[in-house]
């Protein structure tokens, strides 16, 4: 079974501080996602990356955010000055090209901002 | 704009019992419908989707969900539960194209009692 794996399984960061959470896709996916988890909240959609781009982004996707494909196996979320409500699990996922690929989730980030 | 109803935050099933989660949706054309679970500390397991064709769709684990277009719903079933069933699960929803958002419902947690 493909997985999708993410890195760090929990971060502890003082507020302001940047954070960059990893994640490593399916190989042969071309979709990528974030979404993330507030506790007790609904699982929200942050951004979709294909082709080196941003696909589509939700409005919590601010400028405090950015995605980025370094290498040819990583995705990254970086958050550039996390703030007290960024704390949150979040979720790496990726999916092929075809119409109706199956979205592969990770196991998540739980991030908290102190 | 897409949305999904689950309208049971909690649901306690008996071991051996059958276990229905619902699950209403709003979107403007046919959706793509899933249904992820999610074990204390782990990620979001697809459990099945439905595109198109059999509007009954069987998954992983046992578990099958029914598309009804006149209902706007997308329920999931299991005849007989066992302990390893006790999960959060998820409905969402989203469009018929590859690199989909998905849209989240806010999740039952089912307890199993022995």
């Known amino acids: 079974e493909p997985e999708v794996t993410q890195t760090p399984s929990h971060q502890v960061t003082q507020m302001g501080q940047e954070v960059i959470l990893r994640c490593v896709p399916i190989s042969n996916h071309l979709y990528f996602y974030w979404y993330r988890q507030i506790l007790g909240q609904k699982v929200e959609f942050l951004v979709s990356f294909y082709n080196n781009e941003i696909s589509e982004k939700s409005e919590i996707f601010d400028d405090q955010f950015s995605v980025e494909r370094p290498d040819g196996s990583n995705f990254t979320l970086k958050i550039r000055s996390t703030k007290l409500e960024d704390s949150a699990m979040y979720f790496c996922?990726?999916?092929?090209?075809?119409?109706?690929?199956?979205?592969?989730f990770g196991e998540g980030s739980w991030l908290t901002v102190v | 704009a897409q949305s999904v109803t689950q309208p049971d935050i909690h649901i306690t099933v008996s071991e051996g019992a059958s276990l229905e989660l619902r699950c209403n949706y709003s979107?403007?054309?046919?959706?793509?419908l899933f249904w992820y679970v999610q074990s204390p500390g782990q990620g979001l397991q697809l459990l099945l989707k439905?595109?198109?064709?059999?509007?009954l769709v069987q998954g992983i684990k046992g578990f099958e969900a029914e598309f009804k277009r006149s209902q706007s719903s997308f329920n999931l079933r299991k005849p007989s539960v066992h302990w390893s069933d006790a999960a959060e699960y998820f409905c969402?929803?989203?469009?018929?194209?590859?690199?989909?958002?998905?849209?989240f419902g806010g999740g039952t947690r089912v307890l199993v009692k022995p």
């Open positions: 439905y595109f198109s064709g059999d509007t």
């Open positions: 969402a929803v989203g469009p018929p194209a590859a690199g989909n958002k998905l849209t």
């Open positions: 979107y403007g054309a046919t959706p793509y």
């Open positions: 996922a990726s999916s092929g090209y075809r119409v109706g690929n199956t979205i592969y």
